[in-house]
């Protein structure tokens, strides 16, 4: 069945305003259902999760659910997703617990693609631990992070490795499964960091090979949280800090507090969202998100090449996203001297978003000599279409003339 931008569109109520949204990387629009799966949720009856009445038993299911979904959309058992605050908090959190079993002379190696919430808790643990931080480089020129980068620093002290899925300044997709061998091969565990990844491709946590993965249901529609997926017995033999009276259950013992019921609710209702364009009633909803992100791919696809095409007609314009497999996320600079602060503004200016900034990358977009300023960052998301992709490209051409 072909893929009915119209209809999908419907569902986002702020794309009412007429706003062209390319700063989805930074945090998708919201359709109606996840909202109002929200204020269901808020409606109630809700209490701590329980068995004794209504209101209980409400909270459970929407955890339970919550976490059947999210297993669904990673590839993951259920029984392995941690729910948190924000991908960086769980990194935090996971750092802490991980470095307990580190001494001086381990070995960390952080990425210099990543986003900084999967760079600084791993630098900052391993200080504290005396372990020792090895960093592997990424080609600034064709923007690509090997496998062969990464066992170069590689050793039998290393513990475990940090890298992106997929960098959300430039797209680079690294070959994580080849990466995650090497690793493994080492005696080191990896941590990836699926933030990017996961609003443009569907995930399978055996296949990626890693030991953790993070994402953020607002990146793919849901609201703001984190989400951590990994085995369950993986998670059994971690012991984080916590308090004395809460469970000892895995994953629940890695959730501090009462989680956010209202969100959780809203990050299953996003799952359902994304899985609708490929609905066959008489399949899972793990095979409706398969037939899915194939339809949503192949749009994004047919969207970056528009975009792609028309940049490549306008002057000045260099684009700093040029790995072989990557989102469609283009970083672009201008070489006339014109600066990207300045074009955020004036395409925001024609009710089209596209911000222009380093948006925590700051190791990739220092490496790539861009400084702390970074560039005008252009994301695709399943709710664009051609009419935004012109728009853009209309406005920049005005904006460098």
Known sequence: M???????????????????????????????AVIEAVAGALAGPLSNRGRGNPAERNAETLVAEARQALGDL??????????????????????????????????????????????????????QAGATVRWA??????????????????????????????????????PVPEISRLAHDAGAL?????????????IDLEALGADFFACSPYKFLGPHMGVLAARPELLETLAPDKLLPSTDAVPERFEFGTLPYELLAG?????????????????????????????LEKHEDALLQR???????????????RAALRTPTLLLTFDDGHNTPDAARHLAERGI????????????????????????????????????VDRLLEGLADFLR
């Open 267 to 295: 990050a299953r209702a996003a799952v359902d969202v994304l899985a609708h364009p490929g609905a066959h009633p008489e399949r899972d909803r793990r095979e409706q998100l398969v037939a899915a992100y194939s339809m």
């Open 353 to 388: 978003n596209a911000p222009s900034g380093s948006f925590y990358a700051i190791e990739a977009s220092r490496h790539l000599g861009l400084g702390d300023a970074g560039g005008l960052r252009v994301g695709l998301a399943p709710y664009n279409d051609t009419e935004d």
């Open 137 to 174: 480089e990424f080609d600034p020129g064709t923007g690509e992070l090997t496998a062969d980068a990464v066992g170069a620093v590689l050793s039998g002290r290393t513990r475990l490795v940090a890298v992106t899925s997929a960098s959300n300044l430039i797209g680079t997709r690294p």
């Open 307 to 321: 975009l792609e095409s028309g940049l490549a007609e306008l002057p000045a314009v260099r684009s700093h996203s």
């Open 74 to 127: 990673l590839g993951a058992d259920p029984r392995g997703v941690v729910f948190g605050r924000s991908a960086t908090q769980l990194a935090y959190d996971f750092s802490r617990t991980l470095a307990k079993s580190w001494s001086p002379g381990d070995e960390v190696v952080v990425t210099r693609l990543d986003h900084d919430s999967n760079v600084r808790p791993w630098v900052q643990a391993a200080e």
């Open 2 to 32: 072909p893929f009915d931008i119209d209809l999908f569109r419907a569902q986002f109520p702020a794309l009412a305003t007429g706003t062209a949204f390319f700063d989805g990387p930074g945090g998708t629009q919201t359709p109606r």
């Open 190 to 202: 990896v941590y990836a960091d699926g933030v990017h990844l996961t609003a443009h491709s569907l």
